[in-house]
């Protein structure tokens, strides 16, 4: 029964515990577990939102082609706004994070004022930009009191 034990672990061992998918093992000293840990939880965080946007992008596309394919040519920008901001946004929760990891390790903390001025700049402009050909794709602009109603 050992010997079965070893042969049926044994792949788990060669490839799992490998060098290319073993993590380093560091010193816990102070807060370094919590550390790691918070920064793994935000770019979960930040990746799911990405995600979230890759979702909406394709979801609509696919949902919008198979009622329509005229319609769904003219929302693929509304698509393409939302499937880029998904994609720059887990780009951005990928770097910060293997960022964060380099501070942790160094001990020291780096605030990212200007990277989340700019995801939050780039996502505000790709989501407005959406709704906005979404809702004129859906003929809805002349019934809303912000935007000036045509005379056709």
Same mark, same amino acid.
């Given at each position: 029964?050992?010997?079965?034990?070893?042969?049926?672990?044994?792949? /788990?061992?060669?490839? =799992?515990?490998?060098?290319?998918?073993?993590?380093? =093992?560091?010193?816990?000293?102070?807060s370094?577990?919590?550390d790691?840990? @918070?920064?793994?939880?935000?770019?979960?965080?930040?990746?799911?939102?990405?995600?979230?946007?890759? %979702?909406? %992008?394709?979801?609509?596309? /696919?949902?919008?082609?198979?009622?329509?394919?005229?319609h @769904?040519?003219?929302?693929?920008? @509304?698509?393409?706004?939302?499937?880029?901001?998904? @994609? %720059?946004?887990? =780009?951005?929760?990928?770097?910060?994070?293997?960022?964060?990891?380099e501070?942790?390790?160094? %001990?020291?903390?780096?605030?990212?004022?200007?990277?989340?001025?700019? =995801?939050?700049?780039?996502?505000?402009?790709?989501?407005?930009?959406?709704?906005?050909?979404? /809702?004129?794709?859906?003929?809805?602009?002349?019934?809303?009191?912000?935007?000036?109603?045509?005379?056709?």
């Amino acid at each position: 029964m050992n010997n079965l034990l070893r042969i049926v672990r044994s792949p /788990y061992h060669r490839i =799992v515990r490998s060098s290319l998918f073993s993590d380093a =093992v560091i010193k816990n000293s102070d807060s370094t577990a919590r550390d790691h840990l @918070a920064n793994e939880r935000t770019f979960l965080a930040w990746a799911r939102t990405g995600l979230a946007y890759l %979702g909406a %992008g394709t979801g609509l596309f /696919y949902s919008a082609y198979h009622i329509d394919e005229k319609h @769904a040519r003219r929302i693929l920008p @509304a698509c393409g706004c939302f499937t880029l901001n998904g @994609a %720059g946004i887990l =780009v951005f929760s990928f770097l910060r994070y293997f960022d964060n990891l380099e501070h942790i390790e160094r %001990g020291v903390f780096a605030p990212s004022k200007r990277s989340f001025i700019f =995801v939050f700049a780039s996502t505000s402009f790709l989501t407005t930009a959406a709704v906005a050909i979404l /809702y004129e794709e859906a003929g809805l602009k002349h019934y809303s009191p912000l935007l000036p109603t045509s005379s056709s």
